[in-house]
């Protein structure tokens, strides 16, 4: 098997920021790629692959999670995390966490618990202490950008808005597959407001058998439509190809609903799939001999 990793840096619409910001985001992608490519080019898992490209995106402050996250109305930083192993199917997530460098690998951590798969806020937190997650002070979380929307944010007394998100699927040289979505979360949201990038089966979900999924957009859309279940779902019980599915799920079944869905699709015998509703999606693949990018929806992304 030839391994594949496919990541994401979040869907939705262009700004000032993005447009003047391309070639930084760009670097950011190649970077968390060539990460995880390393690791399935050494016989390394799927599932480390795409905690690895994750990691690496949740320190880089242009995206939404980690270092990059979202303020919330209190000027706080709240991230949630998934990742799923589509070989034995456990997975782990932890939601409303603070405080935690890297919340794809807390979540990586739960996934190896026994009777625990779900872990949030305080709880999540003291299980990081006592795993030796590494920890950085609230302040290390808030960038230069994030603290300019927030400050934008209060004196036009705006409601939550925006969103942002991280994730990966890769397919390793066994066969294997996984996934992962870590978030930062809407701009000036509710405190506790937990995110659909820590909930499997909807902004994350992997299965040897059809496909892994990671996905980005209005959280509370992709809630509504348990997104990445419903796309592994058409992949299972209608046996056409990725893109016809997940097109079908974001374009057709759901077209009626107004907002911004994106997804990254792969499978066991390494077909994969981009689709996404908006006017961009961050992404980029690597395989053998092959490396891209993109950012807009016309791109091609079928090399």
Not at 60 to 69: A, D, K, T, V
Not at 150 to 161: C, G, L, M, V
Not at 245 to 255: F, S
Request: net charge negative.
């Amino acid at each position: 098997m030839k391994p594949i990793i496919l990541i994401h840096g979040g869907a939705g619409p262009n700004s000032d920021f993005i447009r003047n910001n391309i070639e930084a985001y760009k670097c950011g992608l190649r970077d968390a790629l060539a990460t995880a490519y390393r690791i399935l080019e050494s016989n390394g898992s799927a599932l480390d692959a795409v905690e690895a490209a994750v990691r690496n995106l949740e320190d880089n402050p242009l995206f939404n999670s980690g270092r990059g996250s979202a303020l919330t109305e209190e000027g706080r930083v709240e991230m949630c995390a998934s990742i799923m192993d589509g070989n034995s199917k456990e997975s782990g997530a932890v939601a409303i966490v603070t405080g935690v460098r890297h919340p794809i690998s807390l979540a990586r951590k739960i996934l190896h618990e026994k009777n625990t798969a779900y872990l949030g806020a305080h709880g999540a937190e003291k299980f990081a202490e006592r795993v030796g997650i590494e920890l950085k002070p609230d302040e290390w979380f808030i960038s230069h950008y994030q603290k300019e929307v927030f400050d934008k944010n209060i004196r036009e007394q705006k409601e939550a808005s925006g969103h942002g998100t991280v994730g990966a699927v890769a397919v390793d040289m066994f066969g294997n597959i996984a996934a992962a979505t870590s978030t930062g979360g809407l701009d000036f949201c509710r405190s506790g407001r937990i995110a659909d990038s820590s909930m499997i089966g909807v902004g994350c979900y992997a299965d040897n058998k059809t496909c892994a999924v990671s996905c980005t957009g209005d959280g509370e859309l992709i809630m509504k439509t348990v997104l990445g279940h419903s796309i592994v779902s058409e992949v299972k019980y209608t046996g056409l190809s990725l893109s016809i599915c997940a097109d079908h799920i974001i374009h057709g079944d759901n077209e009626e609903l107004e907002g911004d869905l994106g997804a990254i699709v792969i499978n066991a015998s390494g077909d994969y799939a981009f689709s996404f509703n908006t006017e961009r999606m961050h992404r980029g693949i690597q395989r053998e001999g092959f490396m891209e990018v993109y950012i807009y929806q016309k791109e091609n992304t079928n090399e």
